[in-house]
């Protein structure tokens, strides 16, 4: 089983329309969650964290954190072209304080 | 603002070459990582370092080897490129702690030929 497991998509949503982006991990000790984006050829951004459980809104973008399940997700509302990249989910690691662990990504598609 | 820079964007380099990636930061982050990407396989970490001159294996340190003198630059070294290591190579920092983000560099894309 992989630490930090996601959809590879491509997951296509009408412009408009909510982008809802799922996420489990592995290790129920982690504590810090993070989303980042990266458009084709560029290195990934950072756009939300999460710590506790619930919901955390940032703009059009909602982080959604369960610890019970270990699922994480990313909603993003009013869907843009421009979200159109591929979102990567991470957590932090417990076997060591430095690294973070991150899945293999979601390619999300906006479509006119 | 956090700063991640990596010395080239571009590089070729032949076969059997030494190739040296540099990174630098310049938010005084105690971690800093080499991974590389490609296509499907997603981020694979190489080498990250928690400390200058330490430093620990990542999930593909075969044919890499990393040197880190000082807590802003962290360099990746290929010692004999091989064709297999064409790929982006994309450096990070990161404060220590389990609640801080990382922060990327703009990435190398590096060809062996």
């Known amino acids: 089983q992989k630490e930090v497991e996601q959809n590879s998509g491509p997951l296509s949503v009408p412009e408009g329309a909510i982008a809802s982006l799922n996420c489990t991990y592995s290790?129920?000790?982690?504590?810090?969650f993070f989303w980042y984006r990266q458009y084709s050829g560029k290195s990934p951004e950072l756009i939300m964290f999460?710590?506790?459980?619930g919901d955390k809104e940032d703009g059009r973008f909602t982080a959604q954190l369960n610890k019970a399940s270990q699922y994480v997700s990313l909603l993003i509302r009013d869907s843009q072209p421009s979200d159109s990249a591929t979102y990567l989910c991470a957590v932090n690691s417990n076997s060591s304080a430095s690294k973070i662990i991150f899945g293999s990504g979601t390619r999300l598609s906006i479509r006119p | 603002d956090v700063k991640v820079t990596q010395s080239s964007r571009y590089l070729v380099k032949r076969t059997g070459e030494k190739v040296f990636l540099e990174c630098v930061q310049d938010m005084d982050h105690e971690n800093m990582f080499w991974y590389r990407q490609d296509p499907g396989l997603g981020l694979r970490l190489i080498y990250f370092?928690?400390?200058?001159?330490?430093?620990e294996k990542g999930d593909i340190p075969e044919g890499y080897s990393v040197s880190r003198e000082k807590k802003e630059r962290f360099s990746l070294i290929l010692e004999s490129a091989s064709t297999n290591q064409t790929s982006m190579y994309l450096c990070?920092?990161?404060?220590?702690?389990?609640?801080?983000?990382?922060?990327f560099g703009p990435g190398t894309r590096l060809t062996v030929t």
């Open positions: 370092s928690y400390d200058v001159k330490m430093k």
């Open positions: 990070a920092s990161r404060r220590g702690g389990t609640t801080y983000e990382q922060y």
């Open positions: 999460i710590y506790s459980n």
């Open positions: 290790d129920r000790g982690s504590q810090s």
